[in-house]
Structure formats: C-alpha cells, structure tokens
C-alpha cells in the first residue's frame, strides 16, 4: 500500500470508538515502522479525556472551556503542538502543514479573542503500529482522502460531513462494525 503521509484518514459513519467516531485525521507520518496522525476537528472541550495527566487547575480549567484548542488523539495527551497552514518558510516534515511548539504563538491562539489564520493547537496525536491502520482500512473502517484546505477553512464541527458528504456517503445508511479490534 502505498504512504498514507499528507493524505486525510476519514472514519467511516459507523465508528462508535468514542475517540474516532466522526474524525478528521491528517496522516504526518507513515512508515514501516507504523502511523501518526492528529486529530483536526475534535475541539477537546467536547472530549471526555480521562487521566491526561495533567495537574495545574487552571490549565485543566482552560481545556474544558476551550474550543480554541483540539484533541489530536489518545496518545500523549500532555504534549501539544501548533498545527498551522504550510507556510513555505520552514523546512518541516510536510509539505501540506508545519508543526510547531512556539509558546508565543500557543499564548497567542489561547488568550487572543482571535485564533490566528490557519493555525490549531492540538493535545495529543493518534498513532497505529505496522500494518495496523492498513488492516482497520481494509475492514472498512477508514477512508482516505487527498489533503484539503478545508481542515482549516471549516468549521471542525462541519469538517466531517463535508468530508463525507464529497466522498458520498452522507445518502447512505451505512451499517457494519466498528474500528475497535
């Protein structure tokens, strides 16, 4: 199978996972050793994240009231990084979107009234070992699907109907089982 790297991975309407179930993943790394992707249309204020690991109050209190920041996937939920537009000055992974952990910039997106333009600050990120996101494609539970602007222009709520809705699949009553293994 060819590299799943700059695509979008869209799950299935049949998704019950409670972390996956209508995501939008944008694959950053796909290799023989396995996959990582982030979440880009979760808010985690809508997220019931249990045991993060994090202690500070305050900015426990600042993830559950915000829909500035994202839930990027169940994997190192402590970390967060900057999802932003590929600006073409930096020399990152991607040649769709840069991350970043620029804390002027993390300040900016969480105490400006304005998020600034093509920019996420997500927690976490989601990850699958060898071949195991290729086996969930198989049985159906993903789709994939080339890079968009729209992970940025759309509201998250709405990405994943967009999504689904220009692959055509929002018509269909779609039934079957879930991506849990």
Known sequence: MKSLKNKLLISMPNMVDPYFAKSVIFICEDDRKGTMGIIVNKPISQMKVI???IKNKIFEDILN???KIFFGGPVRLNEACIVQKNTGKS????????LSTDLDLIQEILFNEETPRNTKLIFGHAAWEKNQLQDEIKRGDWLIQEYSDSVFKSNPKDLWNELIHIIGLDGFGIVGASGIS
């Open 91 to 98: 020399d990152d992974f991607s040649e769709k979107i840069e």
């Open 51 to 53: 045991g993060t690991g």
């Open 65 to 67: 009231e915000s829909e």
